[in-house]
């Protein structure tokens, strides 16, 4: 059909208007889409544990006192919403040897941790090893901590054996060892001058 040229010149520029809208809506979309999908994407493999990590969040779990450094480190979940958390320190030589020398009056003047002290959670009495055997399943008391589960297993089965290494299979059975824990019972500390760690745990 043949439009006049008056028509076929507002249909062009329609067309054309179109086309540029159309091309921008894409140039929008396709990056926020890909933006969205990235974010799902790290989210699912740890980017929020690697950003904890830049905070250096861990330095507060523990007393500062005991310079230690951590180690190795797992989280899933673990904020306002619970979850479980798992840090594993490397306690200086001199401070095991100082432990070993003073035993349980090392700890009587123990500072809180920061983390504990901001959460208004404080840790309670510091305490020697061997802990209380855990309580027979389906008991409805509550055990000694939520965490004490997580002490030689972590939050990620895959990394049992590595965690094994660093702590061994029984720091809350075997004498010589310390631990601390929370008024909620779902955070806890263990110190092992023997191997020179220190383990936080959290599971709640």
């Not at 830049?54 to 005991?66: A, G, R, S, V, Y």
């Not at 123990?110 to 983390?115: D, V």
């Not at 389906?138 to 589960?149: H, I, N």
Request: charge should be negative; charged fraction near 15%; hydrophobic fraction near 40%.
């Amino acid at each position: 059909m043949n439009w006049p040229r008056t028509v076929r010149f507002e249909k062009a520029k329609i067309a054309d208007s179109n086309s540029e809208h159309g091309f921008l809506s894409w140039f929008i979309v396709i990056p926020t889409l890909v933006a969205g999908l990235a974010f799902c994407y790290f989210l699912a493999s740890g980017i929020v544990t690697i950003a904890d990590r830049l905070w250096f969040w861990e330095d507060d779990l523990i007393p500062q006192k005991m310079h230690a450094k951590p180690v190795y480190h797992y989280s899933h979940g673990f904020g306002p919403g619970g979850g479980c958390a798992y840090v594993v320190y490397s306690l200086p030589s001199e401070v095991s040897e100082t432990i070993r020398g003073t035993g349980i009056a090392y700890f009587k003047t123990m500072p809180q941790p920061e983390f504990a002290a901001s959460d208004h959670n404080p840790y309670g009495a510091w305490q020697m090893t061997p802990a209380p055997p855990p309580l027979p399943l389906g008991k409805p008391d509550v055990d000694l901590s939520y965490a004490r589960w997580t002490v030689t297993a972590g939050c990620n089965d895959a990394d049992r054996d590595k965690i094994g290494a660093l702590v061994g299979t029984s720091p809350l059975e075997d004498a010589g060892n310390y631990y601390a824990i929370t008024r909620n019972l779902e955070g806890m500390i263990v110190v092992i001058p023997e191997r020179n760690i220190v383990i936080y745990a959290y599971f709640g």
